[in-house]
C-alpha cells in the first residue's frame, strides 16, 4: 500500500512564500504525481503535476511563474515552491498519485491548508 506524507503549509501574507512536500512511501510508486487544491463551494482543481520519471512538469496557467512543481526522485519525493502567494492561493492542497496503467489520481495525501492574508 502507497502512503503520500504531505508536509509544509500555513499561514502567510500576501507575497510570501511556502513549499510544500509530499513523499511516497510503501510499494508500487506512483509514476506521476500532482497537487490539487480545493476551496470550499468550489471545484478541486489540478494545480501542478510532474512525472517522476523525468519531464518538466505542468503548472496550471494562474500560478505559471510564481509556483515550481520538482522531484526527488531518490526520496521519491515532489515538492511545490510557491512564491508570491495571493489570497486567491488560499485553499487545501492535496498531494495525489497515478499509478502505472491507471488514468486517474487514485492516491491521495491528508491534504494541508494554506492561508494567505491581504
Known amino acids: 500500500q502507497v502512503q503520500l506524507v504531505e508536509s509544509g503549509g500555513g499561514l502567510v501574507q500576501a507575497g510570501g512564500s511556502l513549499r510544500l512536500s509530499c513523499r511516497a512511501s510503501?510499494?508500487?510508486?506512483?509514476?506521476?504525481m500532482g497537487w490539487f487544491r480545493r476551496v470550499p463551494g468550489k471545484d478541486r482543481e489540478l494545480v501542478a503535476a510532474?512525472?517522476?520519471?523525468?519531464?518538466?512538469?505542468y503548472l496550471v496557467d494562474s500560478v505559471k511563474g510564481r509556483f515550481t512543481i520538482s522531484r526527488d526522485i531518490a526520496k521519491n519525493t515532489i515538492f511545490l515552491q510557491m512564491n508570491n502567494l495571493q489570497p486567491v492561493d488560499t485553499a487545501v492542497y492535496y498531494c495525489?498519485?497515478?499509478?502505472?496503467?491507471?488514468?486517474?489520481?487514485?492516491?491521495w495525501g491528508q491534504g494541508t491548508q494554506v492561508t494567505v492574508s491581504s
Open positions: 510503501g510499494r508500487a510508486f506512483p509514476i506521476t
Open positions: 495525489a498519485g497515478k499509478r502505472s496503467g491507471v488514468s486517474s489520481y487514485s492516491l
Open positions: 510532474i512525472a517522476l520519471s523525468g519531464g518538466p512538469g
